[in-house]
Every structure is written in structure tokens, then in C-alpha cells.
């Protein structure tokens, strides 16, 4: 039995003596005509169905704890109905609701993102969906402590979801963003807010040109001038906080040796993919750590400039025969800030390579769910990756990939682990840098990976958009922006 069953009294009682300040809210924020269907989805004892049951037509609340509803039951107007169904698999209808809701049952829940996508299926289009819940904070570590204590308090607690984290369920399911007009911090100026996913990047472009949209991030640097040459359209820049890498899994030989290795390194023309394609906007990378966090090594990193020669006698010297065949991994449909087009950056690392000494075969898989999931449990050879930092310390980049044993680069290096171990755990700001510079060089000199860039990706707005302020983890507040002067 749990919590929630054990305190079902307990958390009735708690709902009725908020339920005034609910209801009142929910009829400022919803505004119903009257003649809505409405969904409560993990309604507890009714709390939000309850408060909704006044001002619609009909409301159904579901839960997955017969003792709560029970209690739901007993409070239940004629127009109100409680179910027991799973938030994740609601046994409804698609387009059955006009107003579907949940109230403080997301960061319950293992698979959240299921919940809102069910929300979307049930909800008619130009329906409504409401979610109260907290908001993480935007800084990681700060988040893993809310959760913590989260956890204490409540042991069927899972994760509380940041912004970014529901703009995300919002965008994948094309979910219109409505302002809230009591809300009690600094309000918006935009009425609606609406996030399409387009995956193409000349689709993007077109959608800006025509007007579908106002605005979009991660501008394929090849459209930069179109954009540029455009007096109805701007460019804005996000600070470059990023990197793109070729990773090697060392459980797929021979990428074992690190002569081999070193011979990818060599063979990897970074130089070219940089000035192809990234159209001024990305800087060559001789290290994983961006040149602005603490622990950047200015010196002392083992440089691996283009030499095809160098990495056939490497690859000789690991006692192979030339040419040495690898698999080389890319995803399709994405675009990612820092490699706006997977398959060009692969098709001329796979060119370098070929002339290094490597005969190379491609494989492509779509970003999601595939790709990522393949290059993340370790099915991948040698494959297209990259990291945007979630905050500025190079905990969040070096320690993230290569602080404890990671299948998709599938090494065991303790003296590398522990040294990050120790750099995470300094206090000292001067001798944690002295330590991050430290396993720079040392990630640089057992090369997991090869990086090749650092990239300020660019965003595309029409001319009359105004007050976005990029961000260098993407956490825009879209509260400054408006229309017009």
C-alpha cells in the first residue's frame, strides 16, 4: 500500500481546506464556457476535478489509488466521475476531452513525459491542458538536491522537471503555451507561445521565411547568409558553450590500442569540416572543455593536426594491415547545436579517413530513439557526438563522460576516474582548476574521443521579434520577449 493510500483521510482533508483557492484559480487561469468535458489525470482524493466540476459540463478524474478516489466519490457533484487508470495508459479516447489537467503528479511519476503525451492524444485539438507542478532549477546539481530532499519527505517522489525539461514535452507534442494572467512573478508580454519541432533545416528556414513561424534556433550555418541578405529577417547568437566529438568504444577492437586511437586523431581533418561547415561560427577543438570554463589547459595538450602519414605508420605500428576497416556511425533527422549537419561532418571525416589509412563504412540510424540509444549503450564503433554544458564547470563536461566508467566509450581508466574524482571534490577553486587542467591533458593524451569543435550556434528571428536573450544552456525566459517596438 502506499503513501498515498496509508494518509487517504489525511490528504482529503488537505484538499478541502485548499479547495476555495483552487477552484478560484483554476476559474481565472481555465476561463471555461461552460459546456467543457474535462480530465483530472492523477486526481488524488479530486482536488483539481473537484474545482473544475463547478464550471464545466462534466469532469472524469482518474488515479491509480482506490483509496483516494474513494474519497473523490464521496465529494462527487452529479457531473463528476472518478476512474482508476494509469496516467502513462488512459483508456480513453483520442480527442475525447476539451480540457484535460493534472495537478502535482509529474514529478510522481517514472516516465512523465508518457503522462503529457497522453494528455495531447485525449485532448480535442484547440482543447486546453493544464499542469501544476514544481520547476526544477536550472542548475543540475542544484535540481539532484531538490530531489533529495523531495525524496526524504516523500519516498514514491521521482524527479522534479525543469523548465527546459517541459518546454521539451510541450514542444514534441505541439503544445500551445497560453500566459498566465495572474500569475504572481513578472508576466509575459506574448498572449500564446507556440513550439513546433521541425527536424529539417531548410524546412525551418522556409517556415521563417513564410511567416509559419517568428523564430528558430539552430541555424544550419549554410543558411546564415540567406538569413543575413533577408531586411525582414535577424540573426542572434548563442555564446559558444559546447563541443563535437568523434567517440571511439573500446570494446569494439581495434579501437582497444591507442596507437589506433591516435591514428583516428590524425586522420580526422578537423581543420576542413570546421571551415565547411560551420561558416565562421565554430572554433577547432584540441580539448573537451570549452575555452571559457575553469580548468581549460592553455598548454601542455597533446596536438593532433591532420597527417595522414603519421596515422598509417601509427596503425602499422599497432601490427595492422592497411587499410584498416571501421564502421563510422552518424544520426540522421537532427540538428544539433554544435553539428548542424550530422551527415556532411561524416561523409568528410570518412574522406580524411579513407586517405589515413582506415577503409570506412557508414552507418546512419534517425537521432531518436535509435541512434542515441545505440551510441549510449556501447553499439556504436566510431560515431558522430557532442555535448552542450547544462552549467559552467567542467565537472559538467569531463566528469559527465569520463569520471566513471561509460559503455558508449567503454574504457576502464582508474587513474583517470580518480583524478576527476578529486578535481569534483576540490573546494579550493585554484587547486580544482590546477586538477581539471590536469585530466584535461590526460583525456587529451588517452583519447576516448577525438573533439573537433566549439560552436556559437545561431538563431533566426523575424525582424520584429524582440527581447530574446540567448542563453549558452538554452534557458531562455520567454517573458521579455514581444512584438513590434
Do not use: C
Not at 459540463?57 to 494509469?86: H, I
Not at 502513462?88 to 483520442?94: E, M
Not at 592553455?298 to 602519414?309: A, E, F, I, L, R
Amino acid at each position: 500500500m502506499s503513501r498515498f493510500a496509508r494518509t487517504a483521510d489525511l490528504v482529503a482533508a488537505r484538499q478541502d481546506a485548499r479547495a476555495a483557492g483552487l477552484s478560484e484559480d483554476v476559474r481565472a487561469f481555465v476561463q471555461p464556457a461552460g459546456d467543457e468535458r474535462a480530465l483530472d489525470v492523477g486526481t488524488g482524493a479530486g482536488a483539481l476535478a473537484l474545482a473544475l466540476a463547478p464550471v464545466v459540463a462534466e469532469v472524469v478524474g482518474v488515479d491509480v489509488e482506490p483509496e483516494l478516489l474513494a474519497r473523490a466519490r464521496e465529494r462527487a457533484p452529479a457531473n463528476a466521475t472518478f476512474e482508476e487508470a494509469d496516467a502513462t495508459q488512459l483508456p480513453f479516447p483520442d480527442a475525447s476531452f476539451d480540457l484535460a489537467g493534472s495537478q502535482k503528479t509529474l514529478h510522481h511519476l517514472r516516465r512523465p513525459e508518457l503522462a503529457v503525451a497522453e494528455l495531447a492524444r485525449v485532448t480535442r485539438p484547440g482543447g486546453r491542458i493544464l499542469i501544476v507542478d514544481q520547476l526544477a532549477p536550472a542548475d543540475p546539481l542544484e535540481a539532484l538536491a531538490v530531489d533529495r530532499f523531495e525524496r526524504a519527505r516523500d519516498p514514491e517522489h521521482q524527479r522534479v522537471l525543469s523548465d527546459q525539461d517541459f518546454r521539451g514535452l510541450f514542444d514534441s507534442n505541439r503544445l500551445v503555451l497560453v500566459r498566465n494572467k495572474h500569475y504572481w512573478g513578472k508576466r509575459g508580454h506574448l498572449d500564446k507561445l507556440i513550439f513546433r519541432p521541425i527536424p529539417d533545416n531548410a524546412a525551418r528556414l522556409q517556415a521563417l521565411q513564410t511567416g509559419e513561424v517568428q523564430g528558430y534556433d539552430l541555424v544550419d550555418p549554410a543558411d546564415i547568409k540567406t538569413i543575413r541578405n533577408n531586411k525582414n529577417l535577424k540573426l542572434l547568437n548563442r555564446p559558444a558553450f559546447n563541443v563535437a566529438y568523434v567517440g571511439m568504444n573500446q570494446t569494439k577492437p581495434p579501437m582497444n590500442k591507442l596507437a589506433v586511437r591516435q591514428a583516428i586523431a590524425y586522420g580526422l581533418d578537423r581543420s576542413l569540416v570546421v571551415r565547411a561547415f560551420y561558416a565562421g561560427r565554430g572554433q577547432v577543438a584540441n580539448q573537451f572543455l570549452p575555452t571559457q570554463l575553469v580548468g581549460y589547459a592553455h598548454k601542455g595538450v597533446p596536438s593532433y593536426s591532420y597527417n595522414p602519414n603519421k596515422a598509417k605508420a601509427l596503425l602499422r605500428s599497432a601490427g595492422l594491415s592497411l587499410p584498416v576497416p571501421i564502421t563510422f556511425w552518424y544520426p540522421t533527422n537532427v540538428s544539433r547545436p554544435y553539428m548542424p549537419n550530422p551527415q556532411a561532418n561524416a561523409q568528410a571525416f570518412g574522406a580524411s579517413l579513407e586517405k589515413s589509412g582506415f577503409k570506412v563504412t557508414f552507418k546512419s540510424e534517425p537521432w531518436r530513439p535509435d541512434y542515441l540509444s545505440d551510441v549510449q549503450t556501447g553499439n556504436a564503433q566510431v560515431y558522430l557526438a557532442g555535448w552542450t554544458g547544462d552549467f559552467g564547470d567542467p565537472a559538467n563536461f569531463l566528469n559527465v563522460h569520463f569520471g566513471q566508467f561509460n559503455p558508449q566509450f567503454g574504457f576502464h581508466n582508474n587513474s583517470l576516474f580518480n583524478l576527476l574524482r578529486r578535481a569534483d571534490s576540490e573546494t579550493n577553486l585554484a587547486r580544482r582548476a590546477a586538477l581539471y587542467r590536469q585530466a584535461s591533458i590526460q583525456v587529451m593524451k588517452y583519447l576516448p574521443m577525438v573533439p573537433y569543435v566549439h560552436s556559437s550556434p545561431a538563431l533566426a528571428f523575424k525582424k520584429n521579434v524582440n527581447g530574446y536573450i540567448p542563453s549558452p544552456v538554452s534557458l531562455e525566459p520567454f517573458s521579455t520577449v514581444y512584438l513590434g517596438s
